[in-house]
């Protein structure tokens, strides 16, 4: 099969700038986007880097070959530095300086081996191969702290075959004996690359837009179902858990422990050091619960001051250990915010047992955990008490 590069470079030219206002459009409507105006923009450096290897047929060969090399390498660079910029802060950041690192040996190698274009051409590729190496291992992204969703994979897919043609380009061109004067590189090699290219982007692409939506989903149920200022879950999302552990333990004919906590105080607290401070107490509180729960837990904000930690298999014993460890962790040490030393202590109230399956089963177990809470109170707080 034989492909026309002067028509192809007119149709990816085309191509390329048609998604690149399609995907800047989206990045400009929608507020909530996280890299995808630097994935626009990476198109358009993109497209333009069609017509500037098309000024080879106008003589302007080391022009054509500076600008085609510096545009096709920042096109990478925009699009790794896009798919970084996504998931920032759960991901391992990229290094900058090993991507511009790369972007200047591809410019010092076309301008040093402007003459010879067997080797220059070899290196480019190589070393582009290592720039789009770097967008596959932000595709993939190492140490996610969430699950590759679909939109990634169809990422990883894309970087993985654009490593795989500037590879084979690489071999290619390396072991190619018969070099076209008029573009410095095999035809048929420079139109098979650029539409490989072509479908990687429009892979790519697609997988980033919904990488971007499956996000943004995933954001809208965190809603739904987390509390904003702490982000444990809220008190729809204990209810509906609720049934689901109840219905579990009744399985399993295993007990399970509510554990109903209550910040002492709290109102003075905020009154004393204002509401940010007692946002932070907040949450700093919920940090602390954190580290004392397995991973099979749940902690719930039930409400203003109040948590919910439930405990799945777990007697009376286990979960009085686990009341008087968090209460430990909270009172023993005060929460420092803005070098002041905000004294916090907490009230438990505990209850073990298997709900009934009908509707008042759930309502029971609160409503005996808030039993014991309110006895703790009475008791003088700080402490746990057993309903």
């Known amino acids: 099969m034989t492909i026309d590069?002067?028509?192809?470079?007119?149709?990816?030219?085309?191509?390329?700038?048609?998604?690149?206002?399609?995907?800047?459009?989206?990045?400009?409507?929608?507020?909530?986007?996280?890299?995808?105006?630097?994935?626009?923009?990476?198109?358009?450096?993109?497209?333009?880097?069609?017509?500037?290897?098309?000024?080879?047929?106008?003589?302007?060969?080391?022009?054509?070959?500076?600008?085609?090399?510096?545009?096709?390498?920042?096109?990478?660079?925009?699009?790794?530095?896009?798919?970084?910029?996504?998931?920032?802060?759960?991901?391992?950041?990229?290094?900058?300086?090993?991507?511009?690192?790369?972007?200047?040996?591809?410019?010092?190698?076309?301008?040093?081996?402007?003459?010879?274009?067997?080797?220059?051409?070899?290196?480019?590729?190589?070393?582009?191969?290592?720039?789009?190496?770097?967008?596959?291992?932000?595709?993939?992204?190492?140490?996610?702290?969430?699950?590759?969703?679909?939109?990634?994979?169809?990422?990883?897919?894309?970087?993985?075959?654009?490593?795989?043609?500037?590879?084979?380009?690489?071999?290619?061109?390396?072991?190619?004996?018969?070099?076209?004067?008029?573009?410095?590189?095999?035809?048929?090699?420079?139109?098979?690359?650029?539409?490989?290219?072509?479908?990687?982007?429009?892979?790519?692409?697609?997988?980033?837009?919904?990488?971007?939506?499956?996000y943004a989903l995933s954001e809208q149920r965190n809603l739904a179902v987390r509390d904003g200022l702490t982000g444990v879950h809220n008190r729809r999302a204990l209810l509906e858990s609720l049934q689901k552990y109840g219905a579990r333990a009744r399985r399993e004919a295993e007990s399970m422990a509510l554990l109903m906590i209550d910040i002492d105080h709290f109102k003075a607290v905020n009154d004393q050091y204002g509401h940010l401070a007692g946002d932070e107490v907040l949450r700093e509180v919920v940090r602390r619960i954190t580290k004392r729960l397995r991973q099979s837990d749940l902690l719930a904000r039930f409400g203003g001051e109040e948590f919910v930690v439930v405990l799945p298999n777990t007697d009376l014993d286990g979960a009085c250990t686990v009341a008087n460890d968090i209460r430990a962790a909270i009172g023993e040490m005060p929460v420092w915010i803005d070098q002041r030393s905000v004294p916090v202590t907490v009230s438990i109230g505990v209850h073990v047992g298997i709900p009934t399956a009908d509707a008042q089963g759930t309502d029971a177990l609160i409503a005996a955990s808030d039993s014991a809470l309110y006895r703790a109170k009475e008791l003088g707080r700080d402490r746990v008490a057993v309903a």
């Open 5 to 214: 590069l002067p028509t192809l470079l007119l149709a990816l030219t085309v191509t390329s700038g048609v998604l690149s206002v399609a995907v800047l459009a989206v990045a400009v409507r929608s507020r909530g986007h996280h890299g995808l105006a630097m994935w626009g923009w990476g198109l358009v450096v993109n497209a333009l880097s069609y017509p500037a290897f098309g000024l080879r047929a106008l003589g302007w060969v080391t022009v054509s070959i500076l600008l085609t090399n510096l545009l096709t390498g920042l096109t990478l660079v925009f699009h790794a530095t896009a798919v970084a910029a996504f998931q920032s802060g759960r991901a391992r950041p990229i290094r900058m300086p090993v991507v511009w690192g790369l972007l200047g040996a591809n410019l010092l190698v076309a301008w040093v081996l402007m003459h010879n274009d067997p080797a220059r051409n070899v290196l480019v590729a190589l070393i582009q191969a290592g720039l789009a190496g770097v967008l596959l291992n932000q595709a993939w992204a190492p140490g996610l702290v969430e699950r590759r969703l679909t939109g990634r994979w169809v990422m990883i897919v894309g970087a993985t075959v654009l490593v795989a043609a500037l590879l084979v380009r690489t071999v290619v061109m390396w072991s190619a004996t018969r070099w076209s004067d008029a573009y410095k590189v095999p035809d048929h090699v420079q139109a098979w690359t650029y539409l490989a290219t072509l479908m990687v982007l429009l892979v790519n692409s697609m997988g980033f837009v919904l990488m971007q939506m499956e």
